[in-house]
Every structure is written in structure tokens, then in C-alpha cells.
């Protein structure tokens, strides 16, 4: 993997920026936080492919922030779509007005997601922009340019459902029920928990990620071992 990590980098930075702008140009709600998906699963792979310990430390973070996040988005939106029969963009805004339980949450994913610092993702994304830097800072400079893009789509999500009057859609909802909150109170605490408090995962990961760089950079200085 040493031999083509350059390409593999190029590929997973190509990932993020095509995930985010995708991201931007939908207006169906599973699809927006489909893309972005794929934009920070680039971001994972661009840590694993730098080969350098920033880079997986902060794949290893991320892989556990992704989940995290995306999770809570994809319950939000469905949580969303249930009450309005929609998944359109265009047809739903207002809800800070109607579910304001739903409005804290959805704030804080929105935050986490967007890398805001102090939050989960930020500590996975600056980790392995480290990495990324420390393969070429060019890496470095196209992946903050997702993280730009991730600002954008993420506000524009933000803005448009729960922001501005409520649309037909939107008139009628009701906030969450007590089961729909208890799902995503341990998600939000977690986003929060990790962005302050990393160590517990990178105890765990550092170790072995140290041990992995090793064994592959002394292949990559001579070649010829086998």
C-alpha cells in the first residue's frame, strides 16, 4: 500500500469534496445525509492511506464519530418524515417552532457534522488533516476545502428545516415522543463526550496504530525486504 498511497490519498480526497458537493446540490433529506456520508467516510480513508499515525489515529476517531453522527441524522430524518410524509427540502421548515426537542438535537448533530471545534468530529478531522499534511500538504489543503463544504451543506440543512415559517407540511407536527429522545440522548452526549474527551479511544488505538506505521515504514525505506 506504500507504493500507491499518493493514489489512494488523491482517490480519498476525491471522495470528500464529490460527497459534500453532492450533499449541496440535493434537496431529499436521506440522500443530503447520504452524501455526507460518503464525504467523511473520505476523510477516514484519507487518514488510513497518509500511513502516518496522525492519519490512522484520526481514521480510528472518525470511523467512531461517523457513526455516531450519521446515525442520529438518519434518525432525525426519518423521525422528520414520519410527521410530514416528506423527504423534500423545499416542503418543510418551521419545525424549530413545533419540535423543539428536535430542533436541540438536531443542533447538536448539525454542529458535530460540521466539525465545529469542541465536538466530535472536529478531533477526528484535524487528527488526520495532520496526517494528511504530513503526506503533502496539498492533501491537507483540498480536504479543509470538504470541511468548507461541510459547513455549507450542514447549514443549509439546519437552516431549512428548522428555520423560517412553518410550511403546510410542517403545521400539524407534533415534537418527539419520550422513546424517540431516549434514542438519540446517548448519541449527543457522545458527540459532545469525545469532542472534549478523546483519550479513552486513542488509549486504545495508539498503541497499535504505532505498531502498524512501524512495520511499514522500514518496507517502504528498503524495498528489497520481503
Do not use: C
Not at 57 to 73: D, E, F, K, P
Amino acid at each position: 500500500m506504500e507504493r500507491y498511497r499518493f493514489v489512494l490519498a488523491a482517490f480519498a480526497v476525491l471522495s470528500i469534496i464529490y460527497g459534500a458537493l453532492m450533499a449541496l446540490s440535493e434537496r431529499d433529506l436521506k440522500r443530503i445525509v447520504a452524501y455526507a456520508s460518503i464525504s467523511h467516510l473520505g476523510f477516514i480513508a484519507l487518514g488510513i492511506f497518509s500511513l502516518t499515525d496522525n492519519g490512522i489515529n484520526g481514521a480510528v476517531i472518525q470511523i467512531i464519530n461517523h457513526g455516531i453522527i450519521i446515525s442520529a441524522l438518519f434518525l432525525i430524518v426519518g423521525y422528520v418524515e414520519a410527521r410530514t410524509g416528506t423527504r423534500d427540502l423545499g416542503e418543510l421548515s418551521g419545525l424549530e417552532r413545533r419540535m423543539p426537542w428536535l430542533y436541540f438535537f438536531f443542533l447538536v448533530a448539525t454542529l458535530a457534522g460540521l466539525g465545529m471545534p469542541g465536538m466530535n468530529s472536529f478531533v477526528g478531522e484535524f487528527t488526520i488533516m495532520l496526517g494528511a499534511f504530513q503526506l503533502n500538504w496539498v492533501y491537507a489543503v483540498l480536504a479543509g476545502g470538504g470541511v468548507i463544504l461541510a459547513a455549507w451543506y450542514m447549514l443549509r440543512l439546519h437552516q431549512g428545516l428548522m428555520h423560517d415559517p412553518p410550511k403546510p407540511r410542517t403545521e400539524g407536527v407534533h415534537d418527539l415522543h419520550v422513546g424517540e429522545g431516549l434514542l438519540l440522548v446517548p448519541l449527543v452526549a457522545m458527540m459532545i463526550f469525545i469532542g472534549l474527551y478523546p483519550k479513552p479511544i486513542t488509549d486504545v488505538s495508539t498503541g497499535s496504530v504505532n505498531t502498524y506505521v512501524s512495520l511499514i515504514q522500514p518496507a517502504a525505506s528498503n524495498p528489497g525486504t520481503q
